[in-house]
């Protein structure tokens, strides 16, 4: 079911709410080639310049320079319609109470994306993150460490792929999270293919499995994990197993994932990967109701149309909670979901209901913003839920960036 709405004033309240809440006027700075209003050609100078709360906008474009987030709490956008590709990107050492979000980016070198030693919260939502390879390694898609808060939506994950030379060594997971506290939604992880050693011809990698869980919590609802292939094997069979959809050595709950291992490597004597191993003290909790699903457009300008989409069971409505700033994952199991806001500073919207087709889609205007304010970065969570309340679902978070022409 489609709806086509102007601005309610919930709403706007929603949004002046996210806004009124600004300590300071938040600055924008626009990345991308030479011109006016542009602030910088790559996004390291952008995030040096910045301050807790600015955003980062960044215009179609390859920036292999890569970025450090160190230490302060911004917003990294790709600019609407923009393919924003980068270099290894790294967010380190956020306090309490900062935030960081990534939307929209592309990056594949070296560990796509590392995370450590983060008591804030961090947010990645729609983007691709690939692990690379050289000759002697390869890297892990995302990388997560001490990480207190770390929410995912809607991104493609997936490691390197094994080494051409060197050493002997299996290829890269696509997820390696670490006494982390991690919620994913609607996401692939994909472990990398295993290669072929070309200074020893016999011998070839194992796949990396599609995500590896050290220690921490890991909630996953409607996420794909997927072990690599392993590699070639030739002349001679050799050791070649594919890699396991997932591995966890943590506490693992999930709302309707798919596990699959890995396809053992052409010519190889060993077996496929394995859907999901489970080592030591892990656990891998699959809880009983179907994922839902809740998407909403990462950027808009003021006047500009927000989109709203959500699929769900016929006749369910659907609410949203929000807030501008995200709390670390709490687990829900009673709810099918991890709440990421907390209820103390959060506020609640209804959004409809889901129609026949299991699918709801609200079209939205930003409203303006006030005049001190340049851009507001706010979070959002769906809610599902039958009219007598005999089940509620806390569903997939977004967030939404709005800022001023």
Not at 150 to 161: D, S
Request: proline share 5%; aromatic share 6%.
């Amino acid at each position: 079911m489609t709806q086509k709405l102007a601005m309610s004033p919930a709403t706007c309240v929603l949004l002046l709410l996210a806004t009124a809440s600004v300590g300071r006027a938040q600055q924008v700075y626009v990345v991308g080639s030479p011109a006016p209003g542009v602030f910088s050609q790559e996004i390291q100078p952008a995030v040096d310049a910045a301050t807790n709360g600015d955003v980062i906008l960044v215009e179609n474009g390859s920036y292999y320079a890569g970025f450090t987030i160190d230490g302060k709490g911004v917003s990294v956008v790709a600019a609407v319609d923009a393919l924003v590709i980068t270099g290894s990107a790294s967010i380190r050492n956020l306090a309490t109470g900062q935030t960081v979000l990534l939307a929209g980016i592309w990056s594949g070198d070296g560990v796509g994306l590392s995370l450590q030693n983060n008591a804030g919260a961090i947010w990645i939502e729609s983007c691709f993150l690939a692990g690379g390879t050289s000759d002697i390694m390869s890297f892990t898609g995302v990388s997560i460490v001490n990480c207190a808060s770390v929410a995912i939506e809607r991104c493609q994950i997936g490691g390197g792929w094994g080494p051409i030379s060197g050493p002997l060594q299996d290829a890269a997971a696509g997820l390696e999270v670490a006494n982390s506290n991690v919620a994913i939604s609607d996401t692939t992880c994909r472990g990398g293919q295993g290669g072929q050693l070309h200074l020893q011809p016999v011998l070839s990698c194992a796949g990396g499995p599609g995500a590896r869980i050290q220690s921490g919590s890991v909630f996953a609802s409607g996420t794909t994990f997927r072990g690599g292939d392993g590699g070639f094997a030739f002349p001679i069979p050799g050791a070649a197993p594919g890699g396991d959809g997932i591995v966890t050595f943590g506490a693992v709950s999930v709302v309707q994932c798919t596990f699959t291992g890995g396809l053992s490597g052409a010519g190889s004597t060993s077996p496929p990967g394995q859907p999901t191993v489970i080592g030591g003290a892990g656990t891998l909790d699959s809880l009983s109701h179907s994922a839902r699903h809740f998407a909403v457009t990462s950027l808009a300008r003021e006047g500009q149309p927000i989109e709203v989409n959500a699929s769900g069971i016929v006749g369910e409505s659907l609410g949203t909670l929000f807030s501008t700033s995200p709390a670390s994952p709490q687990l829900l199991a009673s709810y099918d979901g991890s709440l990421l806001l907390s209820l103390a500073n959060a506020g609640g919207l209804l959004l409809g209901d889901i129609g026949a087709d299991g699918a709801l889609s609200i079209t939205l205007i930003a409203p303006s913003l006030p005049v001190t304010v340049q851009a507001a970065t706010f979070y959002l969570q769906s809610i599902f839920f039958d009219a007598p309340l005999t089940h509620v679902v806390v569903g997939p978070a977004s967030a939404l960036v709005v800022i001023a022409l």
